[in-house]
């Protein structure tokens, strides 16, 4: 297991992260994953062992229930608090009141306070606000974020499900008034999905913020469980959960690719699928999740796939992007930039 640096920080992450959303299984979340504690614990524990000293949650998963396994079991199993980076999230609705949601200033305080109680920790290692509010000014959730950084609740800031520029004008905010910036911004990636390489990639690189793709088995649809002929797997939430959006015949086309690699050197096709993830420009940590123990070892082992320059090569042309503007006007601009381009 290697370890990529959190953005800017001295913090080390583990290149792969455990993601929660499989714990519990309560109300909209029952569709991804139902895992009673006792396997929670086992998952935790394969984890730590293999090297993974990050987690992720969020307060919504399954209405707080993945915080309160998590923390359960990060005690059960007497983890030491150094040892691991715990992060959660904020933004989804937690209750039915006018203010149980969003990034307003209040509800920020009252989900880190009610998240601390959860997890039974003292502190939140990274705090990620979990998508846009179309309602809160970004002045004010950036100075919501700065309080509980100062209170010591929170050490590090992170964004997700944002627009490039958005990312960039929040921490231009920070920046003027002296605020915590965001250090990692956590974002759908995966070789079906490649979306974030426009705009949202090329940012990250040129800021110094550290790309944490989630799902990057496009929920389960690269597992290798799904063929043209295998529409419906009967064991994927896939079959029920149809999320994210994939184009599924372009997918298909990757997957053939990927199972002819994976035959090759005899692993799953996840695990080519994630070691695509794994090995692209400004990825600081993958997240993974899995239902079964032997499904986050197989996830696991996919750090150690090595793929040839030409296996790397068939993958990106399989799944490029079409062509975009502006990108296809820069690229045609670039065109004579350097001398010896016009000669």
Same mark, same amino acid.
């Not at 307060?59 to 359960?72: A, D």
């Not at 965001?182 to 079906?192: C, G, M, P, R």
């Not at 692209?280 to 793929?307: E, F, M, R």
């Given at each position: 297991m290697k370890y990529n640096q959190l953005g800017k920080t001295g913090v080390l992450v583990s290149e792969l992260c455990l993601g929660t959303m499989t714990f519990g299984g309560k109300g909209y979340w029952t569709a991804i994953g139902q895992l009673p504690q006792d396997e929670v614990n086992q998952i935790i524990k394969t984890s730590i062992d293999s090297g993974i000293n990050f987690i992720?949650?969020?307060?919504?998963?399954?209405?707080? !229930?993945?915080?309160?396994?998590?923390?359960?079991?990060?005690?059960?199993?007497?983890?030491?608090?150094?040892?691991?980076?715990?992060?959660?999230?904020?933004?989804?609705?937690?209750?039915?009141?006018? #203010?149980? @949601?969003?990034?307003?200033?209040?509800?920020?305080?009252?989900?880190?306070?009610? +998240? !601390?109680?959860?997890? #039974?920790?003292? &502190? %939140?290692?990274?705090?990620? %606000? &979990?998508?846009?509010?179309?309602?809160?000014? /970004?002045?004010?959730?950036?100075?919501?974020?700065?309080?509980? @950084?100062?209170?010591?609740?929170?050490?590090?800031?992170?964004?997700?499900? &944002?627009?490039?520029?958005?990312?960039?004008?929040?921490?231009?905010?920070?920046?003027?008034?002296?605020?915590?910036?965001?250090?990692? +911004? *956590?974002?759908?990636?995966?070789?079906?999905?490649?979306? %974030?390489?426009r705009e949202l990639l090329p940012m990250a690189l040129s800021e110094g913020i550290g790309i944490m793709p989630w799902s990057p088995l496009a929920g389960g649809f690269l597992s290798g469980k799904f063929t043209r002929e295998k529409a419906i797997a009967g064991n994927s939430r896939r079959d029920t959960f149809d999320f994210p959006p994939i184009n599924k015949e372009k997918s298909y086309d990757i997957i053939d690719v990927m199972r002819g690699i994976a035959g090759h050197h005899k692993v799953s096709v996840a695990s080519v699928? !994630?070691?695509?993830?794994?090995?692209?420009?400004?990825?600081?940590?993958?997240?993974?999740?899995?239902?079964?123990?032997? *499904? /986050?070892?197989?996830?696991? +082992?996919?750090?150690? /796939?090595?793929? +040839?320059?030409?296996?790397? *090569? *068939?993958?990106?042309?399989?799944?490029?992007?079409?062509?975009?503007?502006?990108?296809?006007?820069?690229?045609?601009?670039?065109q004579g930039r350097w001398p010896a381009d016009s000669e």
């Open positions: 992720d949650t969020a307060n919504g998963y399954s209405e707080g !229930l993945s915080e309160m396994m998590l923390g359960e079991a990060l005690k059960k199993l007497g983890i030491v608090r150094q040892e691991v980076v715990i992060a959660t999230k904020v933004r989804l609705r937690m209750g039915p009141g006018a #203010n149980q @949601v969003g990034l307003s200033r209040l509800h920020i305080a009252d989900s880190v306070n009610d +998240s !601390l109680k959860r997890l #039974n920790l003292s &502190h %939140i290692d990274l705090l990620y %606000i &979990h998508g846009v509010d179309p309602v809160t000014p /970004l002045e004010e959730t950036m100075r919501g974020l700065e309080d509980v @950084v100062r209170s010591g609740k929170v050490r590090y800031i992170g964004i997700s499900n &944002h627009p490039a520029w958005m990312v960039v004008k929040a921490n231009s905010y920070a920046e003027r008034m002296g605020w915590t910036k965001f250090v990692a +911004s *956590q974002n759908y990636y995966a070789i079906a999905g490649r979306d %974030i390489e699928a !994630l070691n695509w993830v794994i090995s692209q420009p400004g990825v600081t940590s993958t997240i993974i999740g899995a239902k079964t123990v032997q *499904q /986050l070892t197989d996830n696991i +082992s996919a750090v150690d /796939l090595v793929l +040839s320059p030409e296996e790397m *090569q *068939q993958l990106n042309e399989i799944s490029a992007l079409s062509s975009e503007y502006p990108g296809w006007m820069v690229n045609r601009q670039m």
